[in-house]
């Protein structure tokens, strides 16, 4: 299921992002705002256990997280949303998969991996800004699932029809959160009209 987390505040960042003229700092911390907003909406199905609470009056019932969230950022760019979700979720694990595109093929290459172990039980959290033609997120979803993972939302940023359209494909049980589903890709297999390289824009390798 796709859903498109519209929100003024999301929107309204997601705009500085886009500009080409925002810098390096302020493109950063939009999208780490950007991810604890997200965030919250993700996790709005979050297992629950019921608890008792004892206040300072009464006995009460409350609840409890019940599972573990483990958040897997694709790096480079994934990394951009780490620290927003981890504010909403501290206890959250963190998992790394390394994923380049190649600029000719666009096809994405395997470089780093490295997970908690129990991913069966938890809820895993793949993140990256971007999903252009899918081919990264497919890829790092196969990745998880083949360690273990079964319930699996992949949030990112700016999707193109081509990528949710892999997404849905290869993975249909995954749930994909995005802040703005784009028109297209160009020839380069850039977003359109997007916001440029996402991992050059967070850590101003361009
Ligand atoms: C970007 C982006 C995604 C991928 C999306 O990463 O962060 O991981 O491209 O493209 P796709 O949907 O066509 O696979 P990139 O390969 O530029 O690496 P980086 O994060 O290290 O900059
Ligand atoms: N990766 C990016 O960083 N941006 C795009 O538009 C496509 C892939």
Redesign the pocket.
Known sequence: MLTVLEHPLITHKLSIMRDEKTGTKDFRESLDEIAELMAYEVCRDLPVKEIEVTTPIAKTKGVQISKEVVIVP?????IGLLDGIRRLVPTAKVGFIG???DEET?Q?VEYFAKFPKALEDAVVLVV??????????VDAIKLVKDRGAKNIKLVCLVGAPE?VKAMEENHPDVDIYLAALDEKLNEN?YIVPGLG????RIFGTK
């Not at 694709?74 to 994934?78: T, V, Y």
């Not at 990256?128 to 997120?137: F, H, I, Y």
């Not at 390289?197 to 050059?200: E, P, Q, S």
């Open positions: 694709i790096l480079r760019a994934g994923l380049y595109r666009l994405p990256d800004p971007m999903l252009a033609t899918g081919g990264s997120a990528g297999g390289d996402a991992g050059d």
